[in-house]
């Protein structure tokens, strides 16, 4: 079996030490920001709509379902902070895709493939018009995505319309790993993930929505109005309700199985100067991330550092969400290993901050959607990892669901199907490590894939990123 290019050329463990030394468990971007609070529920209450969960996809459906009746009473429960969660911790990639890439999206929904990367873009656009609309100070760039070939296998996957040889890309990006790449000049857009909530939070409040964070939600119950009920007691009756709980436990038993969490990991940079970034070039700012299984994304920040995240992807027994599953020493040192044979030239370049956060991933690799209770609740979840730009998607679909309307949206077969579930403990365990190794496997043959992969790919399980 070989070996890929970040086993080929290892920094010295002192650069890695060094590099290391001072930094802050943190997420940068919620560092970065001053975050307005706002008050726990403490007395029990009514609104036509009701939403569990204060990331992108509760916020946005708050912000949306006021532009369509700016009448209707919405309140907004949050567990902690708004955004404290994946919503402040992501890359800040805000794409296109609503199917976690072409292919992924190619091999479930063939004949509906068109269209879902037109209504992506169209989704993308909505966001830039919102950003536009509303004064939203986001960080937003629409650079669009690079991603790289670093080993042979992986150039041809960059075919197309877009391509860029090696010296293509490495005049765009001076990285000595890339083989290859493809730039996809429109369909993503930076931004800094923590004001984007910030931001959504505010425009919310100005339509009328009512904020409550520190008001976890416990239970719901009800068949024709729902109650929503709040850790101490008080609650919440309404007409609809949302739930945009992301990774955390469903409060649906139906979903339980539906998502796991793995956790991801990041490193950022302090802020290059410009000797440091005339040597890497990268002045198109695109997003980027290499092809492998096992891959990295990373990007610059408006202050011109450097995000490197991924590669490692954990999955802990159990399905728990817990915040010592955020500190994983080896994790943070394998980033700094490639990051410093992705741009050499940085030797000496120090990280200020690292942290982890969990990712709802379902087995298709892109969010699902659904209805309870008479059709009073709608949930969405499962972003995999992919959930900046498609939460506002996600948001339009459960509006929908709530108002009965047949749109284009609802029509989607993406829309009306669900994921293969998981299966329970200890076979989840053992299937994800079986899954993991053979990924790592296929990132050191060539690309190419064991009879696991495949029976999982013929079964509709994904896994292909």
Known sequence: MGTTVFERSRPHDSLIDAALSDTRHAAYWLDDIERPGYPALTSSTRAGLVIVGGGYAGLWTAVRAKERDPQRSVILLEAARVGWAASGRNGGFCEASLTHGYENGMNRWPDEMAQLERLGL???????????????????????????????????????????????????????????GSWDRNGCAMIHPAKLVVELARVATELGVVIHERSRVTGIRGSGRQTVTVAGGATVSADHVVLATNVFPSLLKRNRLMTVPVYDYVLMTEPLTSEQLQSIGWQNRQGLADSANQFHYYRLSADNRILFGGYDAIYHFGGRVRAEYEERPESFRRLASHFFTTFPQLEGLTFTHRWAGAIDSCSRFCAFFGTARGGRVAYATGFT?????????????????????????????????????????????????????????????????????????????????
């Open 385 to 465: 990892g992919l959930g900046v730009g498609a939460s506002r998607f996600a948001a339009d679909v459960m509006l929908d669901e709530l108002a009965g309307l047949d749109t284009e949206r609802t029509r989607l077969e993406m829309v009306r199907t669900k994921p293969i579930p998981f299966p329970p403990e200890p076979a989840a365990s053992i299937g994800v490590t079986l899954v993991r190794r053979s990924m790592d496997h296929a990132d050191h043959n060539q690309g190419r894939r064991n009879l696991l992969l495949k029976a999982l790919d013929a079964v509709g399980m994904g896994f292909d990123s």
């Open 122 to 180: 169209e989704n993308l656009d909505g966001i830039e018009e919102s950003v536009e609309r509303y004064g939203m100070d986001v960080d937003w760039e629409r650079t669009g995505q690079l991603a790289v070939a670093i080993e042979p296998h992986q150039v041809e996957w960059m075919a197309g319309d877009d391509f860029l040889d090696r010296d293509a890309v490495r005049a765009e990006v001076h990285s000595p790993t890339y083989l290859a």
